[in-house]
């Protein structure tokens, strides 16, 4: 499963559909900042049984934190991901460095 906007608005509780094109945005850009933070090189990674979950989870949180957590740009604003995101990057570079450590023992 991939995240959803009517999973992100279910999780925001949101009914309106005033905010969509905001939403979506913000769930494509936490999925490229998920990947960007883990890895892109395997497509199929964020596919798998033990990766899914985590990885949609970690896309509606940092999602709902950049909608709920929304300011002017400004050099001095800086919003940190939330220690939850944190926990699931790490699992998933984890997860991410033992599967393509063997995938590169298979090809070698």
């Given at each position: 499963?991939?995240?959803?906007?009517d999973d992100l608005k279910n999780s925001l509780r949101l009914d309106s559909e005033a905010d969509d094109k905001l939403l979506t945005g913000?769930?494509?850009?936490a999925q490229s900042w998920i990947k960007n933070a883990v890895g892109?090189?395997?497509?199929e990674f964020y596919a798998r049984p033990n990766v899914s979950d985590l990885y949609d989870t970690a896309t509606?949180?940092?999602?709902?934190?950049?909608?709920?957590?929304?300011?002017a740009a400004t050099p001095s604003v800086s919003n940190q991901v939330n220690?939850?995101?944190n926990s699931i990057i790490g699992q998933l570079r984890g997860e991410y460095s033992r599967v393509q450590r063997e995938k590169s023992e298979q090809d070698g």
């Amino acid at each position: 499963m991939t995240a959803t906007l009517d999973d992100l608005k279910n999780s925001l509780r949101l009914d309106s559909e005033a905010d969509d094109k905001l939403l979506t945005g913000f769930l494509s850009a936490a999925q490229s900042w998920i990947k960007n933070a883990v890895g892109t090189d395997d497509v199929e990674f964020y596919a798998r049984p033990n990766v899914s979950d985590l990885y949609d989870t970690a896309t509606l949180a940092i999602a709902s934190a950049y909608y709920e957590r929304r300011s002017a740009a400004t050099p001095s604003v800086s919003n940190q991901v939330n220690l939850v995101s944190n926990s699931i990057i790490g699992q998933l570079r984890g997860e991410y460095s033992r599967v393509q450590r063997e995938k590169s023992e298979q090809d070698g």
